[in-house]
């Protein structure tokens, strides 16, 4: 069998070769030239580098609070989605508007309003520090820049599938005798679960990698409050390559394991469509 | 239990509420109340603050700040860095939506994946690869050096790391519109007589023009917007690498607050008009699909409920 299948239009040859071309000059080599400059170091040494305390502890926050922040936002998404597909109130277009609110502003604009939002004297800080909440230049702020950046994932990610979600299943439900309650949890929630999920791999992947928002609310302290990105750019501002390189192949890595397994959760969200 | 086939007419007689098949209404508007809050306390309070503090000392002083040499070069350089990778942006979503959408070859899914890539990795990351590229220390460093060609801490570096970050959003938003549209309506073109270019002109991208102009916007966007990335390659030389948001930082270092936000106040003006053109092309579009439907299958059913 041929590879490409015959078609009556022109320009197959001319805008693959160029989609190759391009993706290749911009993406592909680009990456390859990380991994092929880090594959020159021997495994001990790549560990070694890649694994130091600092790292370590950066990992961690990094992890620990993309996590969360990704927690929240499978929370307050899925209410979100809900409270936009199903009940009409004044105000929901508007809303349903500024859910995109979060990937339309740039993410340093995100974190400078947010840092300032958190600080002793900041309109949320003035209430929230003296009750010993400090969402400014702590590992908090790191989630709240994160939980932010990552809001419209589960929203977008559930709405389409709330909106086909057929009302009749629900009162078939209703109808053979099932209260609210157990109609949400044993007839919508199983169905609701695959979108959530792949919502929460988004926003996770978003924000392992996030780097503008972070860095001017958390206070970029090493071993207290400092981001795996950040770290990165330490590295490379101290003209240590090698350094660089091991954590950010560290973060590409993990970040082509959560695309393998977003891809398997799509599969299976799909799994009784016809 | 009878309640679920027994409707309850509510006040205004036209909306159905059934027991067991919608919440009650304490219920509701309790969810409603928590997504409001929500929502006003991570979206609405950090955008109405960025005016806020841009205003703090005084419309004079915002204005001073924005008019201030080393922002308007900021401004010039973020309009400079958008307008080099937008239009080559499309024009690779152009190419690669026709390619993926009209054709059938193998590799194809791999493609797509591949297109989709800049959006899993960090910005950092990206600013980095053309770094390791580019920079004194990089594979052409030297090479570069000795033609005394300044890629990295320079404007073609920028321009560059923009270009990866933006690189999925128009053909992302291009091919399954594409798909959706199959190639009848070129194949007619093309046995009337038209040409390639012609078909794609009057008929392909006509037909496409919401999607683009919706890919272009959300380009766009994120083109004059990003931090991470062009933070890695920059350089930081004020009046000269410094784009918006890097402008944004250092001010902010500098403790020269209303000034920072002055800067950021432009960049959230410019997301506002983003969101604002991305809900009107959506609502366009949805429109469109919805007359082109009806002109395709006359609705059989005049009160308006769709036929299963």
Redesign the interface.
Known sequence: MA???N??????G???G??LF??SA??????G??VL?ASSLSWVEFWKLATTDRALAAYRLTFGASLTAAAINAV?GT??A???TR?A?P?RRL?D??????????????G???A??FVPK???GQFLVPLGIKGAFSQLGVVIAL??TG?PFVVRTLQPVLENLE?EV??A????????AR?LFNVIAPLLLPPVLTGFALAF?RA?????SV??ISGNLPFKTEIA??L??MR?DE?D?NG??TI?VA??AF??V??GAI?ILERWARRFER | ?A???VRRRTGSGTQKS???????PLV?WL??G???L??G???????V??FA?ALAKGLPHYWASLVHPDSVAAIRLTLLVAAISVPLNV??GL??A???A??????KTL?I???D??F??????AG??????FGM?G?FGEWLMDRDIRIIFAVPGIA?AT??IT?PFVARELIPIMQAQG?DQ??AA?TLGAT?WQ??WHVTLPSVKWGLLYGII?CN?RA?????AV??VSGHITGQTDT???R??KL?NEFQ?PA??AV?SL??L???L???L??YLEWKQHREQAAAQAAVEPDPDPTGHTSP
């Open positions: 590879w490409k299948k078609s009556p239009l022109p320009g197959f001319l805008t693959l160029f989609t391009y993706l911009i993406v592909l080599i680009p990456l030239a990380l400059r307050f209410l979100l809900w409270v936009l009940y109130f105000g809303l508007a500024l859910v995109d609110f979060p990937f339309a502003l740039p993410t340093a604009v995100a400078l309003t947010l300032d939002l900041g309109w949320l939980t932010f809001l009302r629900e009162e439900a209703a109808t053979l005798g099932a209260g609210r109609t992947g392992i990698g996030e780097y503008g860095v001017f990105p950040y990165i750019v490379l003209y390559y660089a390189m950010a973060l590409l970040s082509f959560l695309l891809n | 239990m309640g679920g086939t059934q027991r067991g098949s919608e919440e009650s509701r969810l409603i928590i997504a409001l929500f929502c306390v991570f979206l609405l309070l950090p955008l603050n960025v503090q024009i690779f190419a690669a026709w390619a993926i009209k054709f059938d070859f193998r590799g493609l994946t591949l297109i890539l800049p899993s990795v960090s910005p950092v990351v980095l690869v053309f770094v390791i590229l220390q594979y560059l270009v990866f690189f190639s070129e194949q093309l390639g078909t794609f959300l966007s004059m917007g990003e931090f991470g933070s890695v918006m948001p890097l944004v930082e902010n607050g920072a936000f950021a960049l959230a410019l997301a506002l983003t969101l604002f991305k809900t």
